[in-house]
């Protein structure tokens, strides 16, 4: 009696769950590398705000220098109205000449900016198109990792069926001299189990074998093993 028959399908099993584990191994990382394409428009779409934001702010800050020029001008009348001379109300008149010069060039800038054609609107079409782009991809990328993490789930499902099988299939390997070697190698040489070919040759590691181990596998005597890479010969 051999347990040469348990052992295969016991390999068999265990070569469904070394496929279930690299698998569940690697889908996180397919997972990562999926989600990292999102970060070529994320980083697109946080530049565009930044210039948008850029924009903005030089519009604000020339509204709040027309409005301190504008109180600069009132204070400046209010003062020129108890003058004294001739020559000092029109140094005044001057004065607010410029100032007046300073309000007119901040709402130029500020009408340039925000014209249908300025750079406020510039910035919203293009922080725009990048949200849209980015959304488009997310839409994709949500997609694929809602797949992945599908099939996590399933897989998982498996390798737990796969392992209580792999229980059932254990208890029958009887000879625990087998079972003992086959658990040492398995981690080590895959598959543990291998065909000694027609022509003597084991199918692991591809050495001829001696006569004399041919003969013991034909002999069915035991547990034979391959005398380069020690795996389990059957024929
Ligand atoms: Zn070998």
Redesign the pocket.
Known sequence: MTDIEPLIDLQDVDGRIRELELELKDLPRRRALETARLNGSIADLESAKAALAAVNSRVRSDEEEAKAAEEKISQLKIAQTSLKTNKEYAQYSMQIDIVQKEIEGALERIAAATAPDGDVAAAERRLADAQAKYDGEKVGVDKFCAEIDERITALEGELAAAKEERTEKARNVTDPKYKLYYERLRTK?WPVV?PLTPEGV??????V?PPHVAQLVDRNAGMV???????I?YR
Do not use: E, I, K
Not at 202 to 207: A, I, S, V, Y
């Open positions: 040489r291998v084991c199918d692991g590691c591809h050495l074998q093993a391959c005398t380069m890479c020690g795996r010969l």
